[in-house]
């Protein structure tokens, strides 16, 4: 709906615009491609950061055995991309969900998780019904305090269940450790990994101890992947951020990516010396995770000034900054960035290569 | 795309949902409209807030004189859908959007706000090409620090210019005082507010006397709609949050309008006695105005816990609530938890009446 012309220089482009810099997100891919290839950990790449079809097509090319995904509304835009393998990192819920996992699955292999007996049941019961067996996997609360049973003998017992249920083929445990991914010294990082590993690692053993099948050993983000992707036992990992990058995980030490996604944004309003008036704010950046950072003017601050205005405070005077001027913005948070735009404005060499609808943007279901 | 049946009970609405209470809406619509019915000040409610044609219309039978965007892309959406009069709040700057706002101005009339002479040069230029002439505010900072010229002699200066300019119509002043929507004491806001408004109006005399015509003096939202619609001299206010509310106006004195949207969530992780685990997080509601409210259960808190999950924190064990259960939230910040939404699930009487599009969610541009 919006004009634009491929070919034309990025710094054109209408603003707000939520900038796709390509050859840095195929870099990201290859890089985290290359570094688990050939080793037994496995990529299973979470794209509730990226949400793009095309983009989770680049991963599996580069090699990963399929994605993650946080809600079945997510799943169902991947699937109906083409994508054959699909984990679902969140419980399932509720018979309108339950029944839309047993859809699904006819058309792509749809791995969940649980941490409940009862909600289990409640898919194993439909599967069944449908001549399905649901791959399930064991959700164990690895420390982040979120979802997920205890490690050890809880997780075992709600296996032993799992198990037995006809409409579930139980497949293995999961267990995020979503409270680590930004602990900004590596080497403090890598002994809480360590632990949470070695917390679900040997609650796969115990399972696998119990005669009970354990494929799957499935963890870690892009704060962790170097530690947990070399973790014996842990069969997967599922970073997400790498691909595209943010302000917050560029503070991270040993999170080498390229930053990918910028956001692109006019001066609307400059009647101060050392404040301008920016066309995006809470619609267009996110706030969970702090404020974004600002490209091109070393010192320079943003802060939001409501839903549509952000002000850029300088650290002093510039007389050469004007109405009409183009601001970069570095998202705080891409997933949550990336969730408030419709369209990435995909870029190659600063010249706007193509425009790609977010086809999972908003998918909270 | 989402299952969903007229006249199912809301409970059982799939989650998250945000829910619109149709019927509190309506009567919030209707008591800001008798409030200002016979008196000299008008209301131009600003739809940034729902984002929905519909309740725009729903405004402007009860009385509006019109409706106020943010955004041009805002704006379009309204237009397209038969809204006869728009006021763009914020500068209009860039080609691109200089040719929108002309070529919006031949469907409806779109009045645009300036605070730069070289801005509302380009803007004048593209209407007399175009054969337009455009009605222009002069924005003025009343004190909000965010856009806007000075009050006084800065802003006659600019309306001087602008009167002069061929494609542009000079219809008056806007100032907005957003800084002081949420003060919550009512005798503190009022006080501030009167500063504000002697600025605003002292300027608008101030063109006045120098010969420009002002037959806009626009400014006010909801948390001083009560003392900005009743100062001498001003001629419409711009309230937009009352028609659904949320928490943080909630706890602003004298702001009485009842919370007609609400977030509804299900369980779905109970792994321990105190806390729930519920399946909304930052892509559900924003967090810019602190954490959404927790209905039906008292001393209970919310905290977000990722983009798809939040926690209910009791203020002690709850052996009642279990894996399936719904939880009601109140969004903190109506106008950007509605952002992050397709739809609003529209209740009355507890039963679902409609699934309505939130048409000009995402309108960044």
Redesign the interface.
Known sequence: M??WQRGQPAQEI???ALILDIGAAERNIRKMADRFAGRPTRLRPHV?THKTPILAHKQLAAGAIGVTC??LSEAAVMIAAGIPEVLVS??V??P??V?RLVALSRHARVITVV??A??ARAISGAAAAAGLRIPALV?V?VGQG?????PGEPALALAREVAAMPGLALAGVQGYE?HLQHVARAAEREASCRKAMQALTATAALLRGAGLPVEIVTTGGTGTHAFAGEFPGVTEIQPGSYVVMDAHYGTIEGVEFEQAITLLT??????RPDIA?V??G???A???SGMPGVRGFPGAQFV??????G?ILFDGPRADV???DKVELVPSHC??TI????VYWVTRDSRLEDVWPIAAR?K??
């Open positions: 919006l004009e209408d603003t707000p509730k946080a809600k969140s419980e819920v509720g309108a969900k029944a941490d409940d009862a909600a959700d609360d979120r979802t997920g049973v205890p979503g006019t001066v609307i309003s400059k009647t008036v066309d995006a809470f619609k267009s996110s706030i969970d939001f000034a409501g839903d549509e205005h002000q004007h109405v009409g997933d949550t969730n408030l735009h419709d908003g909270i279901w």
